[in-house]
C-alpha cells in the first residue's frame, strides 16, 4: 500500500470507513456525509484546513474506497506536516488536510518532534 501511516503507540482500534474523495495516507480525515445505508461505515474525506478531525487516512484510496481511519486520544504516529512545525507545539489541520502549527483552528494533537513542510512529523493525537 503506498504512503502507509505505521502508529508508534496506538491504545484503541482503527475504524474502517468509506471515502467520498480520494484520500492520503498520514494526512487527516473528517466526516463527509451520513453513514452509508449499505454498509453501515463512516463517510469521510480529507479534513477541512482548521477543522475537526476524525482520524488519520492509514493509506493512500480513492474515492468510494474502504480505508482504516486511525484514531483515538494518544495514539502516536506520523503525520504529513503542511508547513515547519518545531516540537512540542499545538497542531491543527492545514491545507490538504496536512498537520500545521495551531493557529485559529481546533487543536488535534502535539508534535513530538520538529519537522518540515511535506515532512512526517511525529504527532500524539487528542
Request: glycine residues 14%.
Amino acid at each position: 500500500m503506498a504512503n502507509e501511516a505505521i502508529p508508534l503507540f496506538r491504545p484503541g482500534s482503527d475504524v474502517t470507513v468509506q471515502t467520498t474523495a480520494a484520500v492520503t495516507g498520514k494526512t487527516f480525515l473528517g466526516v463527509s456525509g451520513a453513514r452509508d445505508t449499505t454498509t453501515g461505515l463512516v463517510k469521510v474525506a480529507p479534513a477541512t484546513a482548521a477543522g475537526a478531525v476524525f482520524g488519520v487516512a492509514a493509506y493512500d484510496a480513492a474515492s468510494g474506497a474502504r480505508v482504516p481511519s486511525i484514531s483515538g486520544p494518544g495514539t502516536i504516529l506520523f503525520v504529513t506536516a503542511g508547513g515547519t512545525i518545531a516540537a512540542g507545539a499545538q497542531v491543527e489541520v492545514g491545507s490538504g488536510a496536512k498537520a500545521v502549527t495551531l493557529a485559529s483552528g481546533i487543536a488535534v494533537g502535539q508534535a513530538l518532534e520538529a519537522g518540515a513542510a511535506n515532512a512526517d512529523v511525529l504527532i500524539k493525537l487528542y
